[in-house]
Each structure stands twice: as C-alpha cells, then as structure tokens.
C-alpha cells in the first residue's frame, strides 16, 4: 500500500509542493538568524534562565551558531534534493522537539520570544507553536514519500553540494560573530537619530504605559518596571525578557523597537539627553565587561581614541557593568576616557559584540564597528 501511494501522482506533488514549503521556511529561518548569531544567543539564554540550565551559558555563542547553520543547510538541502531521506529526518526530530518546547512556552513554562525568526518576524509562543504544527505533517510526509532511499548513499554531486551548504551556512554565522549582521534589522541602524526616534515613540505610546520585563538572576522570577524606575539598571541583579505597553484596555503588546530603553547614566543619574545633544562626533566605545578586553582591542581603542581627538570629537565608554563612582579607563597608554552606564541588553541591541564602537554625528548613528573592524 505504501509503494502504491508513494507512485500516485497526486501524492508525489503533494510531496513535492511540502518539501518546498519546508525547504524556503528553513532557508528564511536559518538565514535571518545566521546573519544575527548574537541575537540568537539572547534567546538561548532566555530558554536557559527559564529551565535552570545557566550552566550552559559559556556554549550558547557555539550552539547559535551551529542551529542556524544547521537550519539554514537543511533548507538548501531539501529545496536542491540533497539526500531528502537524510534530512527529512533530521528534520522531522528537530522540528518534533522544538514543538514540545514551543508548547511548553506557550503553557506552562512561559518564554516570551522565541526567536524563531529573528528580529524580522515576532511570532508569540501560541503562533510559533501552530507554525511548527503546520511544518511537522509536512515534514513528516516528505520523509514518508523519500523512505526507501538510501540514507547516506551520497553521488559526488550531492556530497559536493553538502559541503558547500555546511560552508556557506556556518560561515555566515561565524562572519557575522566576528563583524556585524549582514543585514542590520535591528532599531539601532544606521541612519537613526536616536533622539528623534524616542521622541516619536514616547508620542506614539502617549496613551498608554511601557512596562519592562526582567528576570531576577538569583531566584529567576520575573517582574514589571516602568521605564521611570531605575531598580532594572542593576544589570547584575535583572535580566531583560520582554517590553511591553499596556493600553487603556489593559490588553499587553511588544514594543518595537527598544528605542524608548536607551538610558545612559553615571553615578549621579541620567545624562542620556546631554550625550544624544552633543554636536559633531560622539564615539561610543561599547564594553561588556570593562577590565576584560584583550590586547588586540585594547591596541584599536587607542587608536579610536587618538582618532577622535584629532577630530576634536567626544569619546566616551559604556558599559553595563554598575558605574558607583566617576570612572575613567585608559586604552593601552591613551588618555583616560569617562564611563558610563548601560543596560546589557540595550547596548547588545545597539551593537552585536562583546567590544566595539558606535560613532554619533549630531545624535546619528553613522558608523557602527566591531574590535575586529576597527
């Protein structure tokens, strides 16, 4: 019976017009989230947080980078007909687990973003969760349909083909964790007047309340602050989840983009207006930890920092961890340079490294750069 099936026309179209659907979501998929492996690990890590699995953290950059590979080579596999017996099973567990986990999100083990789709697409959990329904059957049939092929029985061209996806797919990955996206989907583009663009958003949300979601890192609670209330910034204490607005009819929705938490303080309050009204060059040299750089980057940071006096500009340094008194740091023998405060999350949405530079003209964004471009 199944022999038969398999030969009727009907069923090899059916076939054939899945393992296309499959093959460009997985492409779509894997490739918006192979060009931001950052962004992807901040989803990891919330997945981490809510299951207890910390411990992991130290791999999460090596597991982005491989999952969006992976999904982005099974893509091209299936759409160029690359061993479909091999992939559709492949495919098939992977897309069986991330159902269980996208129902589990959606229930009862809340976690707000999936991720699936990047930052170019914001799906909730219910809506990622009936995408994966949708997927599954597919999936499942495109195996059905390819089951008496041999499993690993690779011909020269397809074995070449294989290995020109796995080098494209993880390639992508590994370039955009060394540079920057490929594509910058993110609010921190450049172009942007980070002014102007919280003034539009402060009038758009008028009406209604913005709320941040954190995570408590010791107890993994989650809890609601207002944008006003300064408890979030103590980046060693609250982990961003979410944001949202709760409107007059006390319905809750995502705020896109992040542009309204661009808060910069020093150890007496907020100096975010004075710094965003700098006229010329603002050099922005972005540190996730501040006394962890490394010699080459320390090296470029000097540099940037003799470029911007030659410039006459202003140079300042942020940095998420806590700024409890005037603190200045010096780059391989330059002059010192006056640190400030920013939230982890903010600063990794504004640039994806964990060292790097976001140069300001007149409050825009007009360069962006990583140590390793700098």
Known sequence: ?????????????????????????????????????????????????????????PYVMIFSIWLCGAELM??????????????SVFSSVSMLFFTVLTFLSATFIPVEDCGCFGDV???????????????????????????????????????????????????VGVYCYFHLPLID????????????AKQKAELQQSESE????????????????????????????WEWVDTRILAEDDNRHRVEPMILEFYVSDERGEVTDSLLSIKGDLY??????????????EERL??????????????????????????YRSFAGSV?????????????TMLRAEVGMVRLTDGTITDKRTCFDM
């Open 1 to 57: 019976m199944g022999q038969s099936l398999r030969n009727r026309r009907w069923f090899r179209f059916l076939t054939h017009a899945c393992r296309t659907i499959v093959a460009v979501t997985f492409i779509f998929s894997g490739f918006v989230k192979a060009i931001d492996p950052w962004g992807t690990a901040l989803n990891i890590n919330n997945y981490l947080a809510t299951y207890g699995l910390e411990s992991l953290k």
């Open 74 to 87: 099974m893509g091209c596999m299936l759409f160029f007909k690359v061993r479909i017996r091999m992939v």
């Open 121 to 171: 697409l914001k799906l909730t959990p219910w809506q990622t969760f009936l995408k994966n329904l949708v997927l599954l059957p597919m999936i499942l049939c495109v195996w059905w349909r390819y089951r008496p092929d041999r499993m690993f029985a690779f011909s020269r061209l397809e074995f070449a083909l294989a290995v020109l996806f796995c080098t494209i797919s993880m390639g």
């Open 185 to 196: 989907l993110l609010p921190y583009h450049k172009g942007v007047n980070i002014a102007e």
């Open 210 to 237: 913005v709320v941040l979601v954190y995570r408590n890192r010791r107890n993994g609670k989650l809890r609601e602050f207002s944008l006003d209330d300064k408890a979030w910034r103590n980046e060693r204490r």
């Open 284 to 297: 922005m040299l972005c540190l996730s930890r501040l006394n962890d750089v490394g010699e080459r980057c």
């Open 302 to 327: 000097r540099r940037t920092v003799e470029r911007a006096e030659a410039e006459s500009a202003t140079v300042i340094c942020l940095t998420p961890e806590p700024i409890l008194r005037p603190t």
């Open 336 to 348: 010192p340079v006056r640190c400030y405060n920013i939230d982890a999350k903010t600063m990794k």
